[in-house]
Nanobody, 123 residues
Framework: QVQLVESGGGLVQPGGSLRLSCAAS????????IGWFRQAPGREREGVSC????????NNTDSVKGRFTISRDNAKNTVYLQMNSLKPEDTGVYYC????????????????WGQGTQVTVSS
C-alpha cells in the first residue's frame, strides 16, 4: 500500500510561488499516475494537475495552465507541483493521489491519498 505525504504549503502573497512535494513510501512511484487536487472551504475537491506514469503526459485544469507545473523525480520517489503567479482563488487544501492506471482519472479513480497541505494566498 502506497503512503503519500504532502509538504510545502503555506501562506503566500498574490503573485508569489510555492512548490508542493508529494513523497511516496514506495520506490515504485514511477509506475503510478499521480494527481494533484485541491479543496477550498465549502467547495468540492477539484483536479488541478496530473501526470500519467506511462509516458509522462501531463494535464492541467484550465485555471492553472501556464502557472502550475507537475514533475516527478523517480529517484526520490517524489512528485512536485510548482505553483507560480498564485492567486487568492488558489487557496485550499492540496492533496496528491496515486493510482496504478495509465490515464488521469477524476478523484474517484484514485485509491491512495495524502493527508493534504494547506495553501493560502492572501495579502
Amino acid at each position: 500500500q502506497v503512503q503519500l505525504v504532502e509538504s510545502g504549503g503555506g501562506l503566500v502573497q498574490p503573485g508569489g510561488s510555492l512548490r508542493l512535494s508529494c513523497a511516496a513510501s514506495e520506490d515504485t512511484l514511477q509506475y503510478y499516475t499521480i494527481g494533484w487536487f485541491r479543496q477550498a472551504p465549502g467547495r468540492e475537491r477539484e483536479g488541478v494537475s496530473c501526470m500519467s506514469y506511462i509516458d509522462g503526459t501531463t494535464n492541467n485544469t484550465d485555471s492553472v495552465k501556464g502557472r502550475f507545473t507537475i514533475s516527478r523525480d523517480n529517484a526520490k520517489n517524489t512528485v512536485y507541483l510548482q505553483m507560480n503567479s498564485l492567486k487568492p482563488e488558489d487557496t485550499g487544501v492540496y492533496y496528491c493521489a496515486a493510482q496504478l492506471i495509465d490515464y488521469c482519472p477524476g478523484p474517484e479513480g484514485y485509491e491512495y491519498w495524502g493527508q493534504g497541505t494547506q495553501v493560502t494566498v492572501s495579502s
